[in-house]
């Protein structure tokens, strides 16, 4: 089921790779206030549903453009969820920062994740039990001793009301770091903790799709991912923190006022 995923995920790329070539023609609509869709996110989504149907045409689908598929409920044994462009407004803009996120559940177990980045040609995938992979090596996360030892990421989706507390968390955080990054790819920021390239990340009102993939990822690279109370229920709530062990619970000591 990885191998198909990762094929969808290929399709979806050579879709946003051809396009990016020439972003004047691409087709962009605004869902809400700078919550951005473009024909691309759609015929991206497409090509990942049609690969994974082909190869499993039971399984249920909730995708971030088309919506859950009719067969898709609690009890689905199989439903891939699916992010064609995580950084869409990076996309529209050619800011080379988006990625093409899909993940398995299982149950409600989250067991597969692909992350495709098609800029650095990053593939990044995890398989429940069996460790997380950047281009078929072994990622972990890196696990620094302290926050004051290390770089985070966080970001702030479209959602204008929510943006003073933003910047009161930032303000919270990034003097007691190397310094907060925001790059704009929920998927990415994760995929990037998983494989030590960030030592964190937070963000609020995200949705299931943005980071379903992630979270298998740092979880199979040795990070912990959880909401801002460290709660587990972060894919439905929306909330999350991911960090290695020791910076995610100093994490979740200064941000849990905002839970
Ligand atoms: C967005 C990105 C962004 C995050 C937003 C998401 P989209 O997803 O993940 O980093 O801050 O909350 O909506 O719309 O580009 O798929
Ligand atoms: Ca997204």
Redesign the pocket.
Known sequence: MLNTAIKAARRAATVINRASFDLDRITVSEKEHN??VTDIDQAAEQAIVETLLKAYPDHAILG?ESGPSKNLNDESEYAWII?P?????NFIHGYPN?CISIALQQKGVITQAVIYDPVRNDLFTATKGAGAYLNDKRIRVRNPDRLAKALIAA????EPRALAEFLRMYETVHPRCHGVRAS????L?LANVAAGRSDGYF?K???VW?IAAGALLVTEAGGIVGEFNGESEYLHKGDIIAAGPKVFAQMVTLLAPFA
């Open positions: 919550n951005f971030e992010d462009i995580d950084g869409t407004t988006y970001n702030h989706g479209p704009g790819s929920a998927a920021e963000e009102g995200l949705k943005d």
